[in-house]
Each structure stands twice: as structure tokens, then as C-alpha cells.
């Protein structure tokens, strides 16, 4: 067994030998030319099958080309020159044989025919028997047309004559069918026998030139004797020499037609005709139809062609050409006329339009289309189509002038339109007179039916109101769908309208301040669906005169008269809206016993009236006191003045001046309140009184009582009894409440009366009231409070009644208001002991002294208890003893539970006496700091510091006494660093060892070291990609020599520390000092380096078995680097180590990773098995092996590379 | 644990950690990029954060030799200090 492990710089390979013990007998039957081509695999070139090649296509021949511009007729045949012997066809006898007919002139045509002939030639019974005066006429005709020059033309006729019947001549005539006389005259002798005879007739030379209808006649015409004389023509045939044209073998045209006059698009129109041909059949047909060279199809001999109506075609299509060809290539044509006319163009259909977007039921509307029609068939039918809520119609349109602007192209309807809704103009049709439709788009044209409201009828039913005073404007609202509301423009104000009746809305306009102009301008309606309409409105107006007549200045011009005199009363009465009727002023005059009601003038008749100064003259009647007690007036409007007077009056007497009574009542206009009593008097002036006269002095409450003396009670209690008397001294009267409700109104008055004069008092108006307490004025006079401070809570509580206890809801507690002193004012004080941010005043209520109650809920009225104060911890000195050339940062944490910190103040002695800083102070979140700058510190200063807060309530918090001292600076200076690794690489290059670890040191050196006490040296990798980066050792200071020392630290770098750069960092502590350089780096290098555990895989094996390794199961790798590791494997085959031709495969090892796995077979291909393997990890592979038969027993080795 | 109360440069940078981090977890190169500091710097400041108890740190699920940071709250800190 053998091992080996390469060390290739930053790679390792490790050689296994592989050893198979075992007895078995194995024949190679492959060969691997070596490791070598490990990893190489060599494919064959892909092969091409010949056989499955495709023949190469052979080129195509091209179609022969027709040019069909060359539709000229084949020529006919070249003209031949021949003689030709009419017989049968079948046999072309070129021989004739006219027609015989005896005694008779028969002109009938056709072709001859052999049996005719076959008449004369055969029996007796045929002989044509020729007697004096009759003729034999025989026709020649060339029915066929086929003879173009006649050149010869020689007849033969052979006959026989009876021997008895002798005959001196006869003469056998031919002649042309011109009229040409052309004789040849037989002399016939009389035979003994019978004599056949044959004569030749050369009708040719006798002027024949065409045989169009020739004729020849035989006939006897020298009668030798008398006795009837007869000959016999036994046989008659001519020889015909002419130019043969061929024969008329053309197609022949005929019965040309069509199937209509007319089409419309995409019709079809069948143009016929009968081709026939004499001799063969006809094989094809074209004919130039619409300028266009068409092909015909046969059906028999009715031939056609079917043409398209199209938009290209339209117009006049004429059949102008035919031509045919037969089965032998004869080729004929001919003109034709035939034609129709096509249509193919549908009508246009363009700017559909409605006049209408909007309108309303019953109406109508127009829809309009422009149609044009550029074929030969004019515009026929338009449509329209319509489509309403629920149906849908076809309206014709018309370019009848007169209706929606129809006209020209231009056609149009008018709907009516018949229901609410959206109505859509949709498609458009268009016909033409030979059938084309033209359909559009949707038009997508909507007419809104709606019907919206109609307003009439406006009006208002006052044109001028008094000051309260309700004019109605009025409009008619007509909707068939209901109006759901409708407003108004009323005096400039939009207003809504109430439904009133039938289909009236109105606004009941109050009036409330003047204006002379107020107008109903505008109105606007909805109805249930939504359709809205509006329109201004003019001309509807009303006055508001909100103003009553005003009295001022009145005046009576006497104060004291005697009977039967008279006295002027006089006011100024005037109406802001100069609405005053001035009819209407009058005074009102108690003359003693009655109120009476006086017209006032301003006619200036008397009592200094005139303008606005309204006057009357009164006679004084009685004796007594004469009050002027009210002016009234009124306006147009139906405003009403009534201005109560007090203290107008006219003493009538003759004996005594008794000046004037009064009510001392402590208010003017007084209301009771339930349980509630009030005093009053009556007190006469009397200064004018004579003396002895009799004085009744009264008191009447109007409504209730009647005039009733002192001494009486009713209602009324005095305080004093009997006050009546000469002795007018003011006494007082109690007058009780007289109801506990709201609705007793009664007046009090007071009366002074002598024997003749009644003097009266002011009456005073006097209301009952039920009382309740009333609440008013709610507040506190404090909403944040600091811990212990309070508040209080105040409002006003009032009622004629006296209040007895007032109750409140002060945050969820019942509070117990107290009366401030005799005011209205109750109070409760909150005191805040524990926070609370929402102390609210929530409920109050209260109870008078008659038991009356009254409650209310109180909101709004709520304050804050911030009974805690900030707090301060955490202060902090950094540094915690300051050199006096550096800065003190002084610093605390200070937060307010409530959230109200106001404001954070510092004291401190570093000025040399306790002061306070507001200034300066910044803060990180809640940490707070002031720095004291050096200047301001000296050496060996305790300098004492605290920090204080306070919250917006009010709450102070001190902070702790702090305490420093400030050391005095000192001198130091760290002078050199050297990093020195184990190996003394001068570029301080640290090179990692595999699996071990790599000693580093460093010396420092600095001055001024007796004092120093302490050195740290800390070593951080920069790039923190592994392990805490961060080493610190605490150096070792020695080797001292003057004033500079070392300080010394020595530290194991292990191998798994990552790669890069590290820094070293140096601090160098003394009493006074502190210096730290951190410039110093070094290069830790990067390895990469793995470990196996065993150096041979061993297997002991029987042949055909699998056996996992005796020492490898699992074999061991771990990272010795410092970096991550991918490891691959690749092996070599298995030699034999004492006969090496027996060899084998490489692939009979295996492994994985894991020993459950699914095993590999080890190749010569270098493959990866680990991945990522991170510095000092492990990770196992387990090996097989599998022996094949055949093999002797030896050991077996091969190589397996770890390469990573 | 007791927590110490931090220097303002110290309390500058914890703040902007908190501002972005708040309570969830970061990496070293995280806040160095945040803070726009040299690593080195950051190291400094790391060591005095968790010295002082306003740092955790725990080591990474994924891969235990790295670390990964927490902060404290400010209201745990202000607890911490009041203690």
C-alpha cells in the first residue's frame, strides 16, 4: 500500500493506492489508452445515410403561353378548284339529277336526291312521257351555296321515242335562270324502233353562270305530224364544272338574347345565343361582353355567359362579339347587340343627424340622412330606424321638400315621439330602384324625451306686508312624472317650494326686515326622474315693510287746567318706509273715567301740527286726571304703532294740584316667579294739595282684581296694616306670586283719588313665571394642573327663586358646587393629586328653594392633572474624570410620564459660582447634554452639576447633586509600532500555517512612560467577515530606558482567522492622558488547504462483490485554510501491483458523501464532491469498491487526486 | 443587564440606528453603510453600545460565525438607567 500527498502552493493532491486482495479470474476487454485522457470524451462524426437522399426534383416545363389578345377566327381553309359530282355525299358523285317534273312547271329548290332520279330511271311507270305542246322542266339550284364560278355545265338526257309516233322534231331546249334564251334544238328523226338517244346539253356554254335556279325545259317543238307525238326520257343528269369553295363547315350563330333588362349588385344576367355547326359540333365559345373577352358555356347548343353585376361594372354591359370554333378547328365570329344595365353601386349613406337632443313628449323631432347613389339606378326607399324605450320603428324618409330640410339628397322624417325616454336614431337603410340596400353604422344619436316641468302662473298674494307679516308666491308646476321638489330665487336667496295643491308650489316669504323690492326671480324643478327644468322669473315682487310708525316727542301742552278748558296733545309720527296712513294717528285719553280715542292731525289746524308733528285739541270734560295714555297709528303695510305713555297728563280740577302717583316697583317690566313675592307702594305727590280734601288712595291689579283699597287684602298682604290714611308715606305692599306657570298676564296700577279727580299711576306690567334654575357660563379657570394645584370649576346659576344646592359630574365623581357669596356664581375646586389627562366636567344640576330642579350635560369644560414631575437619571460625565485641555460632556436622561416636558435647565459651579444654563443644551431622543468647554475647566476643580426639568403643569424636577474632578493634562507620546509576525516577514505579511496557529507580536514604543499604567492593544480584521474580528490584549510594558519604554503584546493568530488586512489598534493610558493610534495594518494571507485522514483506501474482496472500505467508510476531510474549500476527486484505474497486464477499471470504486446515499463510480474526470467546506469543517466520503471475476489475487492499486 | 448611559457622539449614532433598525436585526455592514463610517469606527461604536447595554448580539442562523445586532428600545434604555 502506498501514499502520497503533493503540495502544490495552494493546493494539495492526494494519491490513495487502492488495494484489492482476492482470488478471481477477470478478462479485460477494454482497453483505456491512459489517464491521460481523463476527462476527454471523443464522439464520433455523425454519419449521413446516401441511401435516404432525395432525388433532386426535375425543373418544371413551363405552360406553353396563349396569347389571348389573338382571338381573331382561324382562316379558313385555302380554296380548292375542282369538279365535283353531286350525288350521294357518302360517295360525292359529281352528278346531278335535277328534278323531272313533266307537263309542268314546278320551281321548287332543294337538293337533288338519288331517289328521285331513281323515279325517272326506273320502270315504265316512271318514263316521264313528253307529248306535243308539254314540257319537261328541270331546276338546278345549289341549295348548299356552294359553288363559287360555274364553269361547265353539260345536261344528258336520254329519251326514246315510239316508233309510232314519228315526229318531224323536237327540240330540246335549255335555258339560264337569267331569262337568257340558249336553244339546242334536237332534230329528231323517227326511229323505227325505238330509238334511245342520248343528247348532251351544255348549259354552260348557253350562258349558264350560276346555278343559283337554273332551269331547263324539254320539250317538243316541231310536231311532224299530227298525231300525238310523245318521247320518252328514259334519263335525265348534268355534269356541273365549277370552283369549289369548302364547304360552309363554320359554327353559325343565332338566337341571341339575354334573361334581363337589368341587375343590382352581385346579380347575374345570362347571355344566350344557339351555336350550331353543319358538320361537327361546336367545341368552344367566347364573346366580348363588358369589354372583356369571356368564355360561353355550352348546355346543347344554347350557349351563355353569366355576368356579375358588380360596382366595377356598373352601367350599360353590351354583348358586342361572338365567336365559335368547331371540332375540326373552324373557327367563326360574328357582332352582337345585346346588353342591360347594371347596377352595382349601393346607395351612400352619410351625416345622419337629429335636430333634437332634448325635448319633450308630443313633440317631434327630425332625422335627416344625405343619400346619394352614384349608379345608374336612382334612390328609391330610404328608412330610418328608430328605437324608443320599448319599441322599435322603421321610418321612411323622404327628399320631399317641405318637411325637416328634406330635399336633393337630403332625406328626412319627423317623429313624434310618444313616451319619455333616451330615443335612438340607429341605422339608416337605402334602396335604389334596381334593389341595392345600403345599410349604415348605429348612428349613435340619442334624444333625450324627457318632460320636464312647465312653470306658469306665477304670482305672489301680497305685494306689501307688514313686519311679520307671510306672502306666498305662488307658481304652477306641471309634470306628468311628479315634481319631487322644486326651489326658488326669492329676494336674491335660493329657497325650496312646498307643495301646496293640484299642481301648485309656493314659498311663504316672511317679512322680516325692510326691502322694498322683494322678487321672485327664478324657479328650478325636478321631476321622479330626474328631469330638471328652470326659468327666470320677472315681475313677481312684494314689499316687506318691516317698520311700524315710530311716536316720538310727545307732548301735552298743560299740566293742570280747569274744567271744560282745553289742552293740545301733540306727537311726531313718522314711518320709515313713508307707508304711514295718516288717517290713522291717534291718541289714546284716559279723561277720567274711560279711555277714550282721539284722531291726531297734521293738517296744522292746531296744536302745532304739520309735517310729521300730529295734533289734537281736547276739551277737559271733568275733573280729574287726564292721561295721554298711547299714540297710535298704522301704515299701508299693517304695521301698528301702540307707544304706551307714562307720565303725560293734565290735572283738571279747580280746588287742589295733586301732581302724581307712582308705583315704586323695583322693575319695569316685572315677572314672577313661582313661590316668589314682591313689595311695592303707591306714592302720591300731594305738594300740591290743598289741605282737608279727602284722598282715596288704591292699587289695582288689572286682570285680577278691580280697583281694591289698601286696606284690603286679596291677593295682596301688606307689611303693614291699615296703611290707608291722609298720611301718604310710602308704605310698602307685598304682592305674591299668583300662578306657578308661565301664563298669567296682569298689570298693576295705583290710584289717587279726591272727591272729584281720580289721579292714576303708570300701570305696570306684571308676568308670572314658573322658575327653574337656569345654568349659564361653564368654565374652569385652569386645564393643566401640576401636582397639588388646583382648578375650579365655575358657572352661573340663576333663578328668581334662590338657589339651594348645585351638583356636578366632575370626572365620574359627584362634586358639590358652592354659591360664590350671594352671586350667581357657584364653584367647585378640583385639586390634582394623581395624573389624569382628561378630567371632565361632564353634568350639573341644581334645586332652588321652592324644590324646583333643573339638569343639564355640560361638555367642553374638562382640564388636565399632571401630577407627576420629569425625571432625570442616568447623568453621566464623559469623560468621567475630564483632563482640563479636553471638553466635559455632561449628560442625563430625562423623560415626562404625561408627555409634557417643557423645559430642561442645567446648574453647575465650572464659572466659579453656581449658575443656571438654558443655553447649550441639545438633546439625542431623550438623552440631554451641555459641554463644558476646557477653557473652563482647571486642574483639580470638583466641579458640582445637576440637571433640572419642569412640565408644562407646572412640576420641577431636580436632578441629582453630580460631582467631578478635573485632572490636570499630561504629556505622552506613542512614538513607533512594529508588528513582527513569527516569521519576520518585512512587509508584515502574516502567512496563516495549515491547521495551526501563527504568532504575531507588537512592540511600542513611547515616551514619558513612568506614569503609564496601562497599554491596550487591540487587533480588528476589517472586513468582519467571520468571528468577532476584534482580539484585545492588554500589552506587557517593559524594557524601559530613559523616558521611553515598550509595551509588548504577542498574540496566536489561528489559521481559520479570514484573510485581508487587519488593523492594530494601540491605546496607551496614563493617569492624565490617553492617546490612541490606530494607523497600524498587516496582511494576514490567504490558505487554502485541506487534510484527509487516512493515506490508503483499503478493500479485501472475493471476486462479484461489493465491499465498502476497510478504513475509509467514511474517509475524513477537513479545511486547514482559511477560506472556503470545494474539493473534487478523480482516480485512475486499478493496475495490478505484481502482474501488471491485469487491470482494472477505474469505475469499479464508488463513493458519496453520506453514507446512505446514492454512490458514484470514481472516474478519470476530475469531479467536484465538497463544496464550500468552511475553514476548520469536516466532511466525510465513503467509499465502495465492486471486483469483477477473473482477476488474480494481487493487490491492486490506483491513484485518486484530491484537488481543491 | 445594567445599562450605562451613552456619550453624545455614541447616542448620535444610536439614534440613527434606531431610526432605521429599530428592534429588528442588522448586520455590521449594515449599520457601517447606514452610518457612513469606516469600519473601523463602527467597531469602536459597536463595542461601546453593547458595553453600555444598548446593543445585542446573537450569532446568525445561517452561518454561526457571523453576528447579527438588535438594539434596546429608548424606553428600555431609559428604564435601564433609572434602575
Known amino acids: 500500500m502506498k501514499y502520497k500527498i503533493m503540495n502544490r502552493s495552494t493546493a494539495i493532491a492526494a494519491v490513495i493506492a487502492f488495494s484489492i486482495i482476492g482470488l478471481f479470474v477477470f478478462s479485460p476487454a477494454f482497453d483505456f489508452k491512459g489517464s491521460e485522457i481523463t476527462g476527454l470524451f471523443v464522439l464520433d462524426e455523425p454519419s449521413v445515410d446516401n441511401e435516404t437522399a432525395v432525388e433532386p426534383i426535375p425543373e418544371p416545363i413551363p405552360e406553353p403561353t396563349i396569347d389571348e389578345t389573338d382571338l381573331s377566327p382561324p382562316q379558313k381553309e385555302e380554296e380548292t378548284e375542282g369538279e365535283i359530282l353531286f350525288t350521294v355525299q357518302e360517295t360525292y358523285i359529281e352528278r346531278i339529277y335535277p328534278i323531272v317534273h313533266a307537263n309542268s312547271v314546278h320551281s321548287a329548290s332543294g337538293a337533288l336526291n338519288s331517289q328521285q332520279i331513281s323515279d325517272i330511271s326506273s320502270d315504265d311507270a316512271a318514263f316521264v312521257t313528253l307529248s306535243k305542246g308539254e314540257t319537261i322542266t328541270v331546276e338546278l339550284e345549289d341549295t348548299a351555296n356552294s359553288i363559287d364560278t360555274l364553269n361547265d355545265v353539260n345536261c344528258t338526257v336520254i329519251y326514246y321515242t315510239d316508233a309510232s309516233y314519228k315526229t318531224d322534231a323536237a327540240q330540246f331546249i335549255a335555258y339560264d335562270s337569267q331569262g337568257g334564251t340558249a336553244v339546242d334544238t334536237l332534230q329528231l328523226t323517227t326511229p323505227s324502233t325505238v330509238d334511245l338517244t342520248r343528247h348532251v346539253v351544255d348549259l354552260e356554254t348557253k350562258g349558264l353562270t350560276a346555278l343559283e335556279v337554273s332551269t331547263m325545259q324539254l320539250y317538243v317543238v316541231n310536231q311532224i305530224s299530227t298525231k300525238p307525238y310523245s318521247i320518252y326520257v328514259d334519263a335525265l343528269w348534268c355534269d356541273i364544272d365549277y370552283d369549289y369553295s369548302a364547304p360552309a363547315d363554320y359554327p353559325v350563330f343565332s338566337g341571341y338574347g339575354t334573361n334581363a333588362s337589368q341587375a343590382k349588385a352581385s346579380e347575374t344576367v345570362k347571355f344566350n345565343l344557339t ?263 320677472a315681475g313677481i315682487t312684494t314689499e316687506c315693510d318691516a317698520n311700524a310708525p315710530e311716536s316720538n316727542n310727545e307732548q301735552m301742552n298743560e299740566s293742570s287746567i280747569e274744567p271744560n278748558d282745553y289742552f293740545c296733545i301733540a306727537s311726531t309720527v313718522t314711518d320709515a318706509e313713508g307707508n304711514l296712513v295718516a288717517g290713522s294717528v291717534e291718541a289714546q285719553i284716559w279723561n277720567t273715567t274711560n279711555y277714550i280715542n282721539i284722531s291726531m292731525t297734521n293738517d296744522g289746524s292746531s296744536c302745532g301740527s304739520g309735517g310729521d308733528v300730529y295734533g289734537a285739541q281736547i276739551q277737559a270734560t271733568a275733573e280729574g286726571i287726564w292721561n295721554f295714555t298711547y299714540v297710535f297709528a298704522s301704515d299701508t303695510a299693517g304695521n301698528k304703532l301702540g307707544k304706551s305713555l307714562i307720565g303725560l297728563n293734565v290735572s283738571v280740577g279747580y280746588d287742589y294740584s295733586i301732581q302724581n302717583v307712582v308705583v315704586n316697583w323695583p322693575f319695569d317690566n316685572a315677572e314672577f316667579f313661582t313661590g316668589e313675592h314682591f313689595d311695592f307702594n303707591c306714592t302720591p305727590d300731594t305738594s300740591g294739595a290743598e289741605t282737608g280734601i279727602s284722598l282715596t288712595y288704591q292699587y289695582q291689579i288689572v286682570g285680577v282684581l278691580s280697583w281694591t283699597d289698601i286696606s284690603t287684602t286679596g291677593n295682596l298682604t301688606t307689611t303693614e296694616s291699615n296703611p290707608i290714611g291722609n298720611v301718604l308715606d310710602g308704605t310698602s305692599y307685598r304682592l305674591d306670586t299668583l300662578a306657578n306657570d308661565n301664563s298669567t298676564n296682569i298689570e298693576l296700577r295705583c290710584k289717587l283719588s279726591n272727591s272729584t279727580t281720580d289721579i292714576f299711576s303708570t300701570a305696570v306690567p306684571i308676568k308670572a313665571n314658573a322658575d327653574y334654575p337656569q345654568f349659564f357660563d361653564y368654565y374652569v379657570n385652569d386645564t393643566l394642573l401640576a401636582n397639588g394645584e388646583n382648578a375650579r370649576f365655575n358657572l352661573s346659576v340663576t333663578g328668581w327663586k334662590e338657589i339651594q344646592t348645585v351638583n356636578g359630574t366632575i370626572n365620574g365623581q359627584t362634586a358639590t358646587f358652592t354659591q360664590l357669596g350671594s352671586t350667581d356664581e357657584w364653584y367647585y375646586d378640583y385639586s390634582c393629586s394623581s395624573s389624569d389627562l382628561n378630567v371632565d366636567w361632564t353634568y350639573v344640576w341644581a334645586e332652588n328653594k321652592v324644590n324646583n330642579e333643573n339638569s343639564t350635560t355640560v361638555s367642553g369644560v374638562s382640564l388636565e392633572c399632571d401630577a407627576a414631575a420629569p425625571d432625570i437619571s442616568g447623568e453621566l460625565t464623559t469623560p468621567l474624570l475630564p483632563l482640563d485641555n479636553e471638553e466635559a460632556e455632561l449628560s442625563a436622561q430625562i423623560s415626562d410620564t404625561e408627555g409634557n416636558l417643557d423645559q430642561v435647565w442645567i446648574g453647575g459651579n465650572w464659572s466659579g459660582n453656581w449658575q443656571n444654563y438654558t443655553s447649550g443644551i441639545t438633546n439625542v431622543l431623550f438623552a440631554y447634554y451641555y459641554n463644558v468647554s476646557s477653557d473652563q475647566l482647571e486642574g483639580g476643580e470638583v466641579v458640582g452639576w445637576r440637571y433640572y426639568a419642569n412640565d408644562t403643569a407646572g412640576n420641577t424636577f431636580i436632578g441629582a447633586l453630580q460631582q467631578f474632578t478635573v485632572l490636570t493634562s499630561a504629556y505622552l507620546n506613542m512614538e513607533n509600532i512594529t508588528i513582527a509576525p513569527d516569521d519576520a516577514d518585512p512587509n508584515i505579511i502574516v502567512n496563516p500555517v495549515e491547521n495551526n496557529n501563527k504568532t504575531v507580536n507588537v512592540t511600542v514604543t513611547f515616551k514619558n512612560s513612568t506614569e503609564i499604567d496601562l497599554c491596550t492593544v487591540k487587533i480588528f480584521n476589517s472586513t468582519d467577515s467571520y468571528e468577532d474580528p476584534t482580539f484585545e490584549y492588554f500589552g506587557t510594558i517593559d524594557n524601559c530606558a530613559g523616558v521611553y519604554c515598550d509595551c509588548f503584546a504577542e498574540w496566536d493568530m489561528e489559521y481559520w482567522r479570514n484573510p485581508g488586512t487587519w488593523n492594530v489598534s494601540v491605546d496607551i493610558n496614563m493617569t492624565n492622558a490617553y492617546e490612541n493610534k490606530t494607523s497600524e495594518l498587516f496582511t494576514y494571507n490567504e490558505l487554502k488547504s485541506i487534510n484527509i485522514s487516512v493515506m490508503t483506501i483499503a478493500f479485501s474482496a472475493v471476486p462479484e462483490e461489493t465491499t465498502n472500505s476497510t478504513n475509509a467508510y467514511p474517509l475524513t476531510v477537513k479545511n486547514i485554510g482559511n477560506v472556503l474549500a470545494n474539493v473534487s476527486i478523480n482516480g485512475s484505474n486499478f493496475v495490478g501491483a505484481s502482474q501488471s497486464q491485469y487491470i482494472i477499471n477505474v469505475e469499479n470504486a464508488s463513493y458519496d458523501t453520506t453514507e446512505l446515499g446514492t454512490y458514484t463510480e470514481l472516474t478519470h474526470t476530475s469531479t467536484k464532491v465538497l463544496t464550500d467546506m468552511a475553514p476548520a469543517s469536516e466532511n466525510s466520503i465513503y467509499f465502495r469498491a465492486s471486483f469483477p471475476i477473473g482477476f488474480i489475487e494481487q493487490i491492486y492499486e490506483n491513484t485518486i487526486e484530491f484537488l481543491t | 443587564m445594567t445599562i450605562r448611559p451613552l456619550p453624545k457622539w455614541a447616542m448620535q449614532k444610536y439614534a440613527t440606528l434606531w431610526s432605521r433598525f429599530k428592534t429588528r436585526k442588522f448586520t455590521y455592514e449594515q449599520a457601517s453603510k447606514l452610518l457612513n463610517e469606516n469600519k473601523n469606527r463602527t467597531s469602536v461604536l459597536f463595542s461601546h453600545l453593547k458595553k453600555s447595554g444598548w446593543l445585542k448580539v446573537s450569532l446568525s442562523e445561517e452561518d454561526s460565525r457571523k453576528r447579527i445586532y438588535t438594539l434596546i428600545s429608548p424606553e428600555k434604555a431609559m428604564e435601564g438607567i433609572a434602575k
Open chain 1, 275 to 537: 351555336i350550331t355547326d353543319p358538320t361537327t359540333s361546336v367545341s368552344y365559345a367566347n364573346g366580348s361582353v363588358g369589354g372583356q373577352v369571356v368564355d360561353f358555356t355550352a348546355n346543347g347548343d344554347e350557349w351563355y355567359y353569366e355576368h356579375i353585376c358588380t360596382d366595377a361594372a356598373s352601367g350599360t354591359v353590351s354583348w358586342i362579339t361572338i365567336s365559335a370554333n368547331d371540332t375540326d378547328n373552324n373557327w367563326n365570329s360574328t357582332s352582337v347587340s345585346q346588353s342591360y344595365s347594371c347596377d352595382g353601386i349601393v346607395p351612400s349613406i352619410s351625416d345622419p343627424s337629429a335636430n333634437e337632443t332634448n325635448i319633450e313628449p308630443t313633440n317631434y323631432f327630425c332625422i335627416n340622412a344625405t343619400i346619394t347613389d352614384d349608379g345608374p339606378a336612382s334612390v328609391d326607399t330610404v328608412y330610418g330606424e328608430i328605437w324608443n324605450t320599448t319599441d322599435h320603428y322603421n321610418i321612411s324618409l323622404s327628399n320631399s321638400a317641405g318637411v325637416c330640410n328634406a330635399g336633393g339628397d337630403v332625406y328626412a322624417a319627423q317623429i313624434q315621439v310618444t313616451q319619455e325616454g333616451t330615443w335612438q336614431y340607429g341605422k339608416v337603410w337605402a334602396n335604389d330602384s334596381y334593389g341595392n340596400i345600403n345599410v349604415s353604422d348605429f348612428t349613435d344619436i340619442n334624444i333625450e324625451v324627457r318632460d320636464y316641468p312647465q312653470f306658469s302662473d306665477y304670482y305672489v298674494n301680497d305685494t306689501l306686508l307688514a313686519n311679520g307679516e307671510i306672502a306666498k308666491f305662488n307658481v304652477s308646476i306641471i309634470s306628468t312624472n311628479g315634481v319631487s321638489y322644486a326651489n326658488a330665487t326669492i329676494n336674491g336667496n335660493n329657497v325650496n317650494l312646498v307643495f301646496g295643491s293640484g299642481t301648485e308650489w309656493y314659498y311663504e316669504y316672511t317679512c322680516s326686515g325692510s326691502d322694498s323690492d322683494v322678487g321672485f326671480t327664478y324657479v328650478a324643478a325636478n321631476d321622479s326622474i330626474n328631469s330638471w327644468n328652470e326659468t327666470s322669473v
